[in-house]
């Protein structure tokens, strides 16, 4: 599933490049924007005459699988993370532990605060005292 999900993620970002330059380079009714750094008239000189209608729809279908690609790589990586050992892992360890119990932070992989006073601090060394000086 890996592999499949890496070739999908690899065709979204070939049609997102895709659709990207398709929206770059239309042109707008005025013929002013983006469009128009192409050169005046060059996707007409380019593509022919239709060549709006025809950047239309490409632009459209192009949107239309970005979409699908999005929703069957969120499917696919929903359904791979739902199998996988780490949810599964998650799920026995809250299985296992008793109602109203506090679960362990080693095998849940948590760290929780507990009320637990805070260990007493330990006592400072001391130091033998100085002798005092003999007169």
Do not use: H, Y
């Not at 790589?73 to 949810?87: E, V």
Request: with cysteine; net charge positive; aromatic share 4%.
């Amino acid at each position: 599933m890996g592999i499949l999900i890496g070739l999908l993620s690899f065709v979204l970002v070939l049609v997102c490049l895709l659709l990207g330059l398709l929206v770059l380079i239309q042109l707008p009714k005025k013929e002013a924007g983006m469009g128009m750094a192409f050169g005046s008239g060059a996707v007409d000189t380019l593509l022919g005459a239709g060549a709006g209608s025809a950047l239309t729809s490409i632009t459209k279908w192009t949107g239309g699988i970005f979409l699908a690609l999005c929703v069957i790589l969120a499917w696919l990586g929903n359904l791979k993370n739902s199998s996988g050992s780490a949810a599964k892992a998650v799920r026995e360890a809250v299985s296992r532990t008793e109602p109203g119990a506090v679960p362990n932070a080693m095998t849940s992989g948590l760290i929780i605060a507990t009320n637990a006073p805070a260990p007493a601090p330990a006592p400072a060394a001391q130091t033998p005292a100085a002798p005092a000086p003999a007169k």
